[in-house]
């Protein structure tokens, strides 16, 4: 690696790393400290150059800024362009505190010791590598905090008088992904969507209440395992369902997350139970050498424990002073990038959703929002956005095949799981917890009681067993609100014509003229 004095930044190009950039431009920030120092990180998922134009560009990928924005091309005036512009990407400062090392990070203090961006960079180097430099504590500047609040979600922090700046980092050093604040994030969070779900439960009976939950929770449970292609015993799914219910009722640590684990397989003969003490990797298996075809690769097992405990110092501290929801997104996804378990990462992964947003109360006493089913109607997007950075990820993670198939990872990658940019998760869950408020609470419970008012009618028609009532519903919404030949062939071929055009004019007057998207399970669980 070049002596810091001696590395070249480069000048206007087409193309960083396979990125094509809109127009030719000089890469600044984040993207020049990558190039000039060949850092192995995850790119950002936004870079930035300077253009010759005075106007800004900026696409999904690139923010392409003018002339006068151009940084000092040093390593000082690239840092200060990336802190002031795109944020902070922890993983990429990291690396390149590793790469020029500390006596060049004193160098930059020394030059401008009260510089609210200096001060910055001095606190983040020591932070993010537990090393002291041979700095004196800062004696001016007034205090600046190390998010920029305005761009990213941080906490409230604390002073650290030794660099003057407020310490309002979400997270620890073992476990601090970061959230970009955008348009959509800033819309979500002011429709108050917590209040919203209290006021659409205001006015619903508590029995009908009880029931819309009951309905709900075992809906979930259903569909986080059916996001896993598994199909198990309504004895599984009940069972899960039950451990979604009580989500936030227990501090999240080691021994929880091994209960949950156990809880999910079920049957554990085949599996493994507890932390991995081997590699691990979502994808496939090649069908004729069995060789390894990764997705995604998980955390290496060395770095569980401090992952685990990065995770758990989350929940218990940063994530009580944040957005629940983004909170949410950044500990689940974060756990299943992870995967510290053989098998039941997926499921514990939403689980956590649950954790987070029942323990801020977010969501109405006894009731969960379904938001596994709401992630099922949109899988193709929830795979997008896992991939958006694993896609980014792999190629930067150096492993072998096992013996036994699986993967062993050869390189450090510790720091890609414990920062990362989880925007595009938060913007996801947000959505669907958004969905599950407007349109799946309301649709249910409004199907409740029409199904209540059918079930009424049918009674004052003909006298009948509640499962019997139960069988003919089935019937007929499976048949658009008509009774089939076959069923009054057999199982209601005691009733009467008359009878039966009665419970079709029922079925319509209560079921369709409602216009209520019907779930013919929701009998069984009535």
Excluded at 1 to 11: C, K, R, T, W
Excluded at 480 to 507: P, Q, V
Aim: overall charge negative; proline content about 6%.
């Amino acid at each position: 690696m070049p002596l810091i004095h001696e590395v070249q930044f480069s000048g206007p190009r087409n193309v960083f790393r396979e990125r094509r950039l809109p127009e030719t431009a000089t890469l600044a920030g984040y993207g020049a400290l990558i190039d000039a120092y060949e850092l192995a990180v995850p790119l950002p998922r936004k870079l930035s150059a300077t253009g010759s134009r005075h106007r800004i560009v900026e696409d999904d990928a690139w923010r392409i800024m003018t002339p006068r924005h151009a940084p000092r091309a040093d390593v000082d005036g690239h840092l200060t362009f990336a802190l002031k512009y795109e944020g902070l990407d922890l993983a990429v400062l990291k690396r390149l505190f590793a790469a020029i090392g500390p006596d060049a990070v004193a160098e930059i203090v020394r030059n401008k010791p009260t510089g609210s961006y200096t001060r910055r960079i001095w606190f983040l180097f020591e932070w993010l590598t537990g090393e002291r430099l041979d700095l004196p504590d800062a004696e001016g500047g007034r205090y600046v905090a190390v998010v920029d609040p305005e761009r990213q979600f941080a906490t409230e922090g604390k002073n650290a008088p030794r660099y003057r700046v407020r310490n309002n980092l979400p997270g620890t050093r073992e476990f601090c992904p970061l959230v970009f604040r955008t348009p959509k994030l800033e819309e979500f969070m002011a429709m108050d969507l917590s209040a919203r779900a209290r006021a659409v439960v205001a006015d619903v009976p508590r029995d009908l209440l009880a029931r819309t939950a009951a309905f709900l929770l075992l809906k979930d449970s259903r569909s986080s395992f059916a996001i896993e292609g598994e199909r198990p015993s309504q004895d599984r799914i009940q069972r899960w369902g039950r451990a979604i219910g009580e989500a936030g009722r227990q501090p999240l640590d080691r021994d929880e997350l091994l209960r949950l684990q156990r809880i999910v397989i079920g049957d554990a003969r085949f599996i493994k139970l507890g932390f991995r003490d081997e590699g691990g990797f979502v994808g496939r298996h090649d069908r004729e050498t069995r060789m390894p075809l990764p997705d995604h690769v998980s955390a290496r097992h060395e770095d569980l424990s401090s992952l685990t405990d990065g995770m758990i110092a989350f929940d218990v501290g940063a994530s009580r002073h944040s957005d629940p929801v983004v909170a949410a997104a950044i500990l689940a996804f974060g756990f299943v990038y992870i995967h510290p378990f053989e098998d039941g990462n997926g499921r514990l992964h939403r689980y956590l959703i649950h954790h987070v947003l029942a323990d801020r109360g977010f969501n109405p006493p006894g009731l969960i929002f379904p938001v596994s089913a709401a992630i099922l109607e949109r899988i193709d997007e929830y795979r997008t956005v896992l991939e958006s950075y694993s896609a980014r990820l792999m190629p930067l993670i150096e492993w072998e095949p096992t013996e036994r198939f699986n993967v062993r990872v050869l390189n450090d990658t510790g720091d890609f799981y414990r920062y990362f940019d989880a925007t595009p998760h938060a913007e996801f869950l947000y959505s669907c917890v958004w969905k599950t408020i407007e349109e799946d609470l309301p649709s249910e419970t409004a199907f409740l009681r029409n199904y209540d008012a059918f079930r009424g009618q049918i009674e004052s028609i003909v006298e009948m067993p509640e499962r019997t009532i139960d069988l003919l519903f089935r019937f007929l919404q499976q048949n658009g609100g008509t009774l089939s030949r076959r069923a009054r062939a057999n199982e209601f071929r005691a009733l009467t014509e008359d009878e039966t055009a009665r419970i079709e004019r029922a079925y319509a007057e209560t079921m369709i003229t409602g216009e209520v998207a019907v779930d013919a399970s929701v009998a069984d669980n009535d």
